[in-house]
């Protein structure tokens, strides 16, 4: 693979919740579920990307993530799951799909986000993405995505192959898609099949009428347990049987269907040699047990990245806010981050600097776990409620929200600030200055990386060694350079 799988759609927070039913509520005759456990992952086109980086792919998202708890959920258990976010605005909430559980059944779906917001324009990084892709998935949801005609008509001037996983309230494909990949029930309302006839009869119909309506290469129609049905180039069309007859649950088969054909056309198989291999990897994925034994770790069990609460000023709620709101009225996103254990000086300089840049200074700050694994098992001094609640009181910072990895990345996804500032003597003028390591990742949605001077003289490891020896907190003018900001922030 040339480059990286770039996965194209909406995406959705999925949460499975389970639970024992043991009794019956006495007010109404339905079941009572006493909640047990929940897990949440992508889903939609975010499913499909969590997919493919887990068969090892470099895989690149582009989809809308709303500025609310479950579009940073969301950045989290995707930046966990190796996929680089491409995120584009998104008005309004998070789509949710809540499923009700008990014993593996699905005893009610719970959906809940609202009517579809318009999602915001591509930029140039993402159209660079496309261009440079191996292959293209877009796995369409029906929420908007697919519509922006950027992105369609980047899809169309691409060399890549590409991969179109429709919905019926979506856009027709992009003319000459090399495969795309309906269900039985998509393919019939797409195409417009009358009742009656075989079920192969009416796959085939639905299969040849798309591809001529999009100008296709290929389409594959699934048909679940029995495999896929394949109309290309001639008039019959090719059954793909499924190797492994399984009944289960079979959420997301449809996704790992289509990113197992777009891994394997982006490592040059044959339309033909990808549709089997998804046949293939469909089967065993519901054979072996659904969504909930096909997720990575990371995803399965979510880390708590995002972490909200704590005060008017302090939380992922709050900095949803902010940003929503600056953004709305045009304003400068700027967001800076780091550890920020005891707040001296230095640290005030780093924000009120900051804040200058903008309209509002959101800072990103590492949990407690987070800056024990960078700095040892001694820090921090503060803790994290203490440090979030030093820092939110300062007329410099908007909001401050915690995350739990060792870097701000899936925090960065979320947020797409406009401005992300860095505290230190990166910059010396001498042209040599070192690449921030943040600043490619900022370049995704046109976001731009800056240093701002440090106050000299300040360091909060010379502040716990001097009181630990007993002498006065200052640090002397000169304090170690080492000590200064670093790549993971503010210290």
Known sequence: MRGPLVVIGDTLLDRDVEGVVNRLCPD???????????????GGAGLAAVFSAAQGAEVALVTALADDVGGARLSSLLTAAGVQVY?????????????????????????????????????????????????????DYGRGVARLPALRAALAATRAPVVWDPHPRGPAAVPGVQLATPNEAEARELAKVPPG?????????????????????????????????????GATPLVVSAPVSAEGDTCG????????????????????EAVQEAVAEASAYVAGGGVAAALPPPVRTPPAVLLSGGGERIGTAAAGAVVAEVRAAG??????????????????????????????LIVCLNSDSSVAGLK????????????????????????????????????????????????????????????????????????????????????????????????????????????????????
């Open 197 to 233: 006839g075989s079920r192969l009869g009416a796959a085939a119909r639905g299969a040849q009428g798309l591809r001529e309506r999009w100008r296709a290469g290929a389409v594959a129609v699934t048909l679940g347990g029995d495999g896929a049905l394949l109309c290309h180039a």
């Open 253 to 272: 088969a449809g996704d790992r269907f289509a990113s197992a054909a777009g891994i394997a056309l982006a490592r040059g198989a044959l339309v033909s």
């Open 376 to 491: 040892g098992p001694d820090r921090p001094v503060t803790s994290q409620g203490d440090r979030s609640r030093l820092l939110a009181a300062l007329s410099c910072v908007d909001a401050v929200m915690v995350f739990d990895e060792p870097t701000p990345h899936a925090v960065l996804s979320w947020l797409r600030p406009d401005i992300w500032v860095k505290g230190g003597d990166y910059a010396t003028g001498g042209g040599d200055e070192p690449t921030l390591p943040e600043a490619e990742m900022l370049r995704r949605w046109g976001g731009n990386t800056v240093v701002v001077p440090y106050l000299d003289g300040r360091s909060t490891t010379d502040m716990i060694a001097a009181a630990r020896g007993g002498r006065g907190a200052a640090a002397p003018t000169g304090a170690r350079r080492a000590d200064r900001p670093t790549a993971e922030g503010a210290r």
């Open 331 to 360: 304003g400068t996103v700027v967001a800076t981050g780091g550890c920020f254990d005891l707040l001296h000086a230095g640290h005030v300089a780093t924000l009120q600097a900051a804040r200058q840049l903008g309209d509002c």
């Open 28 to 42: 109404s005759p339905v079941p009572v579920l006493d909640e047990t456990a929940h897990v949440d992952r992508p």
């Open 87 to 139: 995120a584009l605005p998104l008005a309004g909430a998070t789509p949710e799909k809540i499923r009700l559980r008990a014993r593996g059944r699905v005893l009610l779906r719970h959906d809940r986000g609202g009517a579809a917001a318009e999602p915001g324009e591509p930029g140039e990084a993402v159209l660079r993405l496309i261009a440079e892709a191996s292959a293209v998935l877009v796995s």
